[in-house]
């Protein structure tokens, strides 16, 4: 993304996050689940042809598992959740290219929303496990979210100041100050997915973005039936859409960070390809 769109985005988050629940609910499905996923899209894309059908059914079923998951034990479903995201984000971080400030990153995507939100982080915990979880999970989860965001966000900025990158400062920041949802889908979409999405497109050989989306748009729709279908069930259940949002994140992020990499040759991974020191000071 260049400037002009990070702009753009920060200015959307800012609006978003006076807007209310809905504005900041719908800032995080848009963001955070719609173009945060572009970068997966193209999942199927990366595996060998004679492989596919055997990579979707193993994707579609670990996805539908998620939600059955979510149904069961919620609380085993968001702990395991935090934790395969923060080992993602750190080992697909195309930001930084040490490994110290790949690991504050990681931890940060996720933990930065709750340095100064704590209560609202605990709510949307407590909200996305359902009513029959109890608040203390919540409660110490949101305890250790903002304990490793507070120890990664100084990381972080002085390695940006090091490299005077004012965008990648100014996107910490808003992750830290703006609403839990409305950080949390900054921080994942700039500092992982949009990287992430540039990867893919180098990878697959296409020039831009919209080569990308013509590529990849059966998968797209695909991805928009399933999260409409699984959302609405959780929707129903929970009507705030918080534990739909959480759910459905789930359903698309195990599988990409578990299955993709089982089919993929020795040599293919879509991380640590040396992008990260090209987009540091762009």
Known sequence: ??????????????????????????????????????????????VAPARRWGFLCAYLAVALGCLVFWQLASGTALLLFLLLSVWHFVHEDEVFPDRLTSLALGVFIVGGPAVMHEAEVTRLLALSMGLGESNA?????????????????????LASCRRRCLWLATTLLGVVLAPPLVGFALGFYLLHAAPQTRVRQRMLGVPDLAAYLRL????????????LGGGLLFLLQEHTGTRALFAVLTAFAVPHMLVLPRFLPATGTAGQSGEGTRLVGR
């Not at 400037?3 to 848009?30: D, H, I, P, W, Y």
């Not at 999970?137 to 900025?157: F, Q």
């Not at 990849?216 to 999260?227: C, D, R, V």
Request: glycine residues 14%.
């Open 1 to 46: 993304m260049n400037r002009s769109g990070r702009l753009a985005l920060l200015l959307t988050a800012a609006m978003a996050s006076v807007g209310g629940g809905a504005g900041q609910l719908t800032f995080a499905l848009a963001v955070g689940l719609g173009l945060g996923l572009l970068h997966g899209v193209s999942d199927l894309h990366l």
């Open 216 to 227: 990849t748009w059966p998968i797209l729709l695909g991805a928009a039936l399933f999260t």
């Open 137 to 157: 999970l919540a409660e110490w989860l949101t305890w250790l979210l903002a304990a490793v965001g507070s120890v990664a966000l100084p990381i972080l900025l």
